[in-house]
């Protein structure tokens, strides 16, 4: 559910911009706030997102960058303090159940061409179906021209390293 609130210009027929205004936005039955000062433009070139924000008690998501052929400019993802319940009604059907609070960010760029994707994130006390995992720290990149995946995942509960992936695949 939205309560959005902003203005539309359209330049032509292939530019348009939109301004949010601050507004509500509802993820699980809970109100976010969407802050003022960010637009979408697209144009020919592709969609351009700035300062789009999400925020709820002190948890904050943003989204920046472009969406475009290509890679020069990627779109960012970053979460502050992100309570990872909040992604579980997207992988209802999965049968996996998350927790935790997660810090960092992705990166995707070359989303309408050759696809390159980074993330650097951390999750605090990472729980999937009821169970604490431990604290992971997750670190990837995905290089589509290559079709290969550098990845550096690490999960630590106290002292004893209970996940430990690295490597190219």
């Known amino acids: 559910r939205l309560n959005l609130k902003g203005t539309a210009t359209v330049n032509s027929p ?7 205004r601050e507004s509500s936005v509802y993820i699980n039955r809970e109100q976010w706030t969407m802050s003022s000062g960010n637009s979408i433009e697209m144009d020919t070139t592709g969609i351009k997102i700035q300062g789009l924000t999400l925020s709820r008690d002190n948890q904050v998501f943003k989204l920046n960058g472009m969406v475009s ?3 020069a400019e990627p779109l960012q993802f970053s979460f502050d303090n992100f309570s990872m319940q909040n992604i579980n009604p997207l992988l209802a059907q999965s049968g996996f159940n998350f927790g935790g609070v997660m810090n960092g960010k992705f990166s995707i760029a070359g989303i309408l061409s050759r696809l390159n994707i980074t993330s650097s994130a951390t999750i605090e006390n990472l729980a999937v179906n009821g169970d604490t995992i431990g604290n992971a720290d997750i670190r990837s990149v995905w290089d589509d021209e290559k079709q290969e995946l550098d990845a550096d995942v690490k999960v630590i509960k106290g002292t004893r390293r209970i996940i430990d992936i690295e490597g190219n695949y």
Request: no cysteine.
């Open 69 to 71: 052929k290509t890679s």
């Open 14 to 20: 292939w530019s348009q911009r939109f301004e949010i």
